[in-house]
């Protein structure tokens, strides 16, 4: 029986029998279709469709879907233990008189089903119980035959690396905070001599300054779990006694760390306008953002672009009037109205469907690139999580919610996996990630010192500020 509405964005897994088994399976009870879509199902239905047997595979966006979702109602580590129990009682894996040949038949589907996992999720395996289960099964299917050992054995490889280079990005983000923290209390023990140093200095060049975030933008895509989307919004099951499925410690953070680079690029943009003392310096540094902004548009990279306007959207920056009356904002005003938020954000969705058809019939490295304004696609799932029940009336999971979920992650799992095909600058990513920035009570006070309040509020603000930022250093 057919389950799976189509949706593009299909995720590719590296190694063992791809595209495996496309048999279909009789209807588990507890499972209901419309038109031939799996609409609903008990929680048990659901896993028991998960599971392959000898004339049964799932299809790979049911894997997907469900592996995605259900953490909305089952613990990871829970749900790998229901289905080695599947595996093991219903193929008798347990019982060493089974028959080889079904033995045979059966362990390449279920090794399919469990490199998927790894290779999708991996991060669910940084659990000790998850291990346990994988460990406990693999060998189980390892002990019959050469082959299988030997894919096990490649599994097992893969996800140990994926678990590894991610903790080697985590360190690295680590030092990378803690040099930017180093910065910032370097900058207020001897500002003058760190105002030298500003992003022209270091590369007065647009075109390459967008490329080297754009590296940065899709290094930090890369480590993005899609399972990362779902706990951002878990909350507890009504059904379930328990606590929420992620009451323990999440497995990942990398969502979270992705929105702080954002602001991060907002409060940079913002601190390079403010910190001239003359304002032509700061007119030239609006219109060299101005041009980099400009250049991620046309690469395709719409959160630094968003990151952009938004620091030149700041007040701080907005409200100096003088400055901006030397820039020539025509360009400005045309990528504002690319990414005018008016009508749910009309205009950029449209460039990010011309950005996202660039990528499908792409030549080039460069054309495949799509990095969508991330706010905005955590708030579309947000609201998509929001507006619809994860359970029916009669307790059965809403799968229909589910399968819209999985298309837009789905998408962006596309979108993550580009390489970036621009050669790194190590100076310029340097100083994009570390370079010293301004709390907003400190731009506030650089940009009245450089154009003067204009009215009373204004002028009680700046002596606040100068009172206790001034005192400070």
């Known amino acids: ?5 189509p949706f593009t964005g299909q995720l590719s897994t590296g190694s063992y029998n791809k595209n495996l088994y496309q048999t279909k399976e009789e209807g588990y009870p507890g499972l209901y279709y419309h038109e031939n879509n799996l609409v609903s199902g008990s929680l048990e239905a659901l896993i028991h469709h998960l599971v392959p047997n000898v004339d049964y ?3 790979r966006t049911y894997i997907f879907t469900f592996l995605l979702s259900s953490r909305l109602f089952i613990h990871p580590y829970e749900l790998m233990s229901k289905v080695c129990h599947l595996c093991m009682e ?3 894996l347990s019982d060493p008189q089974a028959d080889k040949m079904r033995i045979r038949k059966i362990a390449p589907k279920i090794l399919q089903l469990l490199t998927e996992w790894t290779e999708t999720f991996p991060y669910d395996f940084r659990d000790e119980r998850m291990m346990r289960s994988l460990k406990e099964l693999t060998h189980r299917l390892a002990s019959g035959d050469e082959v ?4 096990v054995s ?3 490889q893969g996800l140990i690396r994926r678990l590894t280079v991610l903790s080697q990005y985590e360190e690295a983000l680590v030092k990378i905070n803690a040099t930017a923290a180093e910065r910032l209390t370097a900058l207020k ?10 992003m022209l200095s270091i590369c007065n060049d647009p075109f390459t300054v967008a490329q080297q975030l754009t590296h940065i933008e899709l290094e930090r895509l890369s480590y993005i779990g899609p399972e990362e989307f779902v706990q951002a919004f878990v909350q507890k099951d009504p059904l379930d006694n328990d606590k929420s499925c992620f009451s323990d410690h999440k497995k990942a953070s990398n969502l979270e760390a992705y929105v702080e680079w954002f602001n991060r690029l907002s409060y940079l943009v913002a601190t390079e306008i403010c910190m001239p003392v003359k304002k032509k310096h700061r ?3 609006i219109e060299f953002f101005i041009d980099v902004a400009r250049e991620c548009f046309n690469i395709g990279n ?8 938004s620091g030149m959207n700041m007040s701080p920056v907005s409200r100096l009037k003088k400055t901006w009356s030397k820039v020539k904002t025509a360009k400005f005003d045309i990528l504002e109205h690319q990414m005018d938020p008016s009508s749910n954000f009309y205009n950029y969705r449209t460039a990010l469907r011309g950005a996202t058809q660039r990528s499908i019939t792409a030549n080039s490295s460069r054309e495949k690139i799509v990095i969508p304004f991330f706010s905005l696609l955590i708030k579309d799932i947000y609201f998509l999580n929001e507006g619809c029940a994860n359970r029916l009336q009669n307790g059965h999971i809403n799968f229909e919610k589910f399968w819209e979920l999985a298309k837009q992650v789905s998408e962006f799992m596309t979108w993550k996996k580009v390489e970036c095909p621009f050669e790194k600058d190590r100076k310029i990513l340097q100083y994009l990630l570390t370079a010293p920035v301004f709390t907003e009570d400190a731009l506030y006070l650089a940009s009245y010192e450089s154009e003067g309040p204009e009215n009373n509020m204004e002028k009680d603000r700046w002596k606040s500020l100068r009172s206790t930022l001034l005192s400070r250093v």
């Open 189 to 198: 023990a001897k500002p003058q001599a760190a105002i030298q140093r500003d």
């Open 57 to 59: 595979y799932p299809d």
């Open 90 to 92: 219903q193929q008798r």
């Open 283 to 285: 007119a030239r540094v």
């Open 302 to 309: 719409f959160n630094s672009l968003m990151a952009i306007i």
């Open 1 to 5: 029986m057919p389950q799976t509405p």
């Open 154 to 156: 490649q599994m097992s």
């Open 148 to 151: 299988y050992r030997k894919a």
